[in-house]
């Protein structure tokens, strides 16, 4: 470089750079301008980008990987401080515990609401009931969502107030569960991720009075979201499920500097979407095409999840002499539905956990490729939690991107003795999260928290990765299936930016790509895996500007 060239506007100096380039694997320094790397390089050559209004970072030998990237994260949909966390109650009593003291400090709320119940803390194996919460509950109406947003809780007086009854059962937020004896509705509503977060869905229950719904409650979970994922140094998001009423939250996070993580936001697409609605999805996704907040992908669902034994399985679930699970879409219909999007140019993240609901995704996208001829969709199989052997070459073969959530797998949230495993049958553990299997078979693996399901920390999803141990230590379960903490970090990084059409502006420190990094407290790639849970972004930069430090 000659002295007449500009200097840098930042210079990160002292550094472990581990680049996801393999071009150029390491560095120890980097130069930023206009918010794109200009340079990497040796640290005795950074003095050469360093100016006197150059900003310069000293990383003082810490570990600098690429902004993480999180392929699969409800940011908008939140964790909600105005609601009793159950997150980590393993008991009815506990459940009751906790609403109770939170009832007792709040005795004049209208609604009780909460968050995050453990299917595992209903005993017996059954889903709850009414019967369940009212001993807690009283006559105040409770809305409790399960830890994966795909199911509801009411008591008894929710079902009054939400009008649900025996001849009122399908609701715009979600099917209600009824007793087969009686034919009343037991309180719990099935469906709730499919139809609840919908657009009409949201508008139900904000007409219905529930505090939850209400678009200043959304923007609080969306707020807190967004100030958390650029603490763990989450430089990009992939919102996955919204609708066009939700997108005017994320303008107001720009506009009141909430948004420091650049955005992707894919758009809901619920069975019932017209051609007019595809026509507006296309419409918004020109409006929002910067490199800030983008919205083009859509969201779809072919199965639900395995706890309360919604996805869809090849054998009946273990236990059960013919009960299978469901497909949302007949394959048929979703064949021509998928190639329908296809041809429109829209890519597809679909919601698949079950062996059958996988399969039927994967036809459909080999469909599409005969009726429209091969293209660069890469579309995505979203959790990919029990997939069946014969289906793992298939990803690379038909490009589909495997995005998964690694923390899923701990022993402690889906091993044995949980519903998870003891629902699909140890006979099925093999096909339990298999990333090695699908990283061997040259699949792209796109890695997420799903948060709000799980913690957002990529620590956490990346130490699960690679031990597949709880995280408080013990026995791993299916280790066969690990991947190496390059690998997982490549999920996290450049897997996750190819994903979703981004491998020239971000996902690795390299020349001319968005200046988005993370200085580490702790060499991750050096340290033992137990402690990577627990290691702090030190500083965390968005196209060259610090906008984080621990």
Known sequence: ????????????????????DPALPEAEALAVRDGRIVWLGADADADRWTGPDTEVVDAAGRLVLPGFIDAHNHVRLGSDDACVQLAGVRTLDGIH????????????????EAEAFDYSAIPDGRMPCAADLDPATGDTPAFVLSYDVHTAWL?????????????????PFGEAATDPATGEPTGFIKDFAV???????????????????????????????????????????????????????????????RLRSRIVAALFHPRGTSDADLDDFAAAAGRFDGDRLRVGPLKLYIDDVVEPRTAALLQPYAGCGHHRGETFYPPEEFEGLLAKLDARGFQCFVHATGDRGIRTVLDAVEHARAVNGPSDARHQVVH??????????????????????????????????KDWAENVGPERWHKAWPMRSLHEAGAVLAFSSDWNVAEMDPMIGIYTAITRR??????????????????AVHGYTMGSAYANFLEEERGSLTVGKAADFVVLDRDILRVAPEEIPGTVAQVVVVAGEVVHTA
């Open 97 to 112: 515990d906790r609403i109770r003291a939170w009832h007792a400090e709040n005795p004049d709320a209208e609604w009780i």
């Open 155 to 171: 008591n008894t007086a929710a079902l009054r107030r939400l009008g649900i009854t025996r001849e009122r059962t399908s609701l």
């Open 195 to 257: 139809k609840g977060l919908s657009r009409d869905g949201h508008r139900a229950l904000r007409e219905l009075g529930v505090p939850w719904a209400s678009p200043d409650r959304q923007y609080g979970r969306l707020a807190k979201s967004l100030d958390d994922a650029i603490r763990y140094g989450i430089t990009t998001v992939v919102e996955p499920q919204n609708s066009l009423d939700d997108l005017e939250l994320f303008e107001r996070a720009r506009s009141e500097g």
């Open 470 to 487: 709880p995280l408080g230590g013990g026995e791993p379960w299916q280790p066969g299936e690990t991947v190496d903490v390059e690998t």
């Open 1 to 20: 470089m000659s002295r007449t060239t500009p200097a840098a506007d930042l210079v990160l100096r002292g550094a472990r750079i581990h680049t996801v």
């Open 384 to 417: 990919v939690e029990c997939l069946d052997p014969a289906d793992v070459p298939r990803f690379a073969e038909l490009g589909v991107v495997a995005c998964m959530q690694p923390r899923h797998c701990a022993p402690e949230i889906a091993g044995p003795g």
